[in-house]
């Protein structure tokens, strides 16, 4: 039987801007992200669920936790942009050992920049799934460098990084993507 996997992008009521160098948010960047990852996940085999996308604000979250209980995912993955001026990537997850365990699975293969776990209980898609919830925020889109770096590959990079987490909480084999060369003439 195939795992589950729910994802939900950030959807907030109002997109947050971000130093990117042409007209963007946090919304924007998390929808495409996550477009990456679901698409990569439904191609290993996974079973996906994706949150309501049109949907924002508190009502989103309410309806995409709703919709992950009931079907019973396998594991809850949520996507956001940090901001305050720092300078790496934070998964977030309930305070027992196990889920700060596959909290440490996001930063074992997230390259290139510092990863964190934080312990958060008080955020609702957190608190309120039955199955694990990783809250990921991916980095600051309120440093220019940071949103350049995501808009310049960074955003393919991590997306194929959290495959591979996935897969391994998942007991998914992961298998690279491959790559195309389109001959001329071909």
């Known amino acids: ?10 959807a907030h ?8 160098p042409h007209a963007c948010g946090e919304n924007i960047h998390c929808k495409a992200y996550m477009n990456l990852v679901e698409e990569r996940m439904t191609a290993l085999g ?15 979250m309410t309806h995409r936790v709703a919709e992950a209980n009931a079907w019973g995912a396998d594991l809850y993955y949520v996507a956001h942009t940090n901001a305050g001026g720092g300078r790496y990537s934070m998964t977030m997850c309930w305070s027992d050992v196990a889920s700060q365990a596959k909290a440490a699975v996001i930063g074992k293969y997230r390259k290139g920049m510092t ?51 996935l897969c391994e909480l998942l007991e998914v084999t992961y298998v ?7 001959r001329v003439g071909a």
Do not use: W
Request: with cysteine; glycine share 4%.
């Open 46 to 60: 996974v079973e996906v669920k994706r949150g309501y996308r049109e949907e924002v604000g508190a009502s989103a």
């Open 176 to 182: 690279p993507p491959v790559l195309y060369r389109v």
């Open 1 to 10: 039987m195939a795992k589950k996997l729910y994802l939900s992008a950030a």
């Open 115 to 165: 990863h964190k776990v934080k312990v958060r209980t008080d955020l609702y898609e957190i608190r309120a799934t039955k199955m694990t919830c990783l809250y990921d925020e991916l980095f600051f889109h309120d440093n220019a460098e940071d949103c350049a770096q995501f808009h310049n590959g960074g955003m393919e990079q991590m997306a194929e990084e959290t495959v591979k987490a």
């Open 13 to 20: 009521q109002y997109d947050n801007p971000t130093k990117c």
